[in-house]
């Protein structure tokens, strides 16, 4: 089992900057697909980016450019670099580890981006 631990949220103005973590105990955070999701007040959950065991990342087209996905396996965790932010990134994030068996979520943390 894989329990996961997000952290980083908080308050910040339109243009600023936030680091998310999500930390994962259990030995096969290497070998696991991650990513990082979110859900604003009255919508679906939707992929934020995603990274895969290898590195390979992919994103939203709504934030490439200003967003950075990174992991360090030797620390067991998963990063978000948001930059640029804007009042439309307002939302929880949530990360997510992909098993092959299995998905395993956080319990979120709060973004929110004033105007």
């Known amino acids: 089992q894989v329990q996961l631990v997000e952290s980083g949220g908080g308050l910040v103005q339109t243009g600023g900057s936030l680091r998310l973590s999500c930390a994962a105990s259990?030995?096969?955070?290497?070998?696991?697909?991650m990513a990082w999701y979110r859900q604003a007040p009255g919508k679906q959950r939707e992929l934020v980016a995603r990274?895969?065991?290898?590195?390979?990342?992919n994103y939203a087209d709504s934030v490439k450019g200003r967003f950075t996905i990174s992991r360090d396996n030797a620390k067991n965790t998963m990063y978000l670099q948001m930059n640029s932010l804007k009042p439309e990134d307002t939302a929880v994030y949530y990360c997510?580890?992909?098993?092959?068996?299995?998905?395993?979520w956080g319990q979120g943390t709060q973004v929110t981006v004033s105007s």
């Open positions: 997510k580890a992909e098993t092959s068996l299995y998905a395993y």
């Open positions: 990274i895969s065991s290898g590195g390979s990342t």
């Open positions: 259990g030995s096969i955070f290497s070998r696991t697909a």
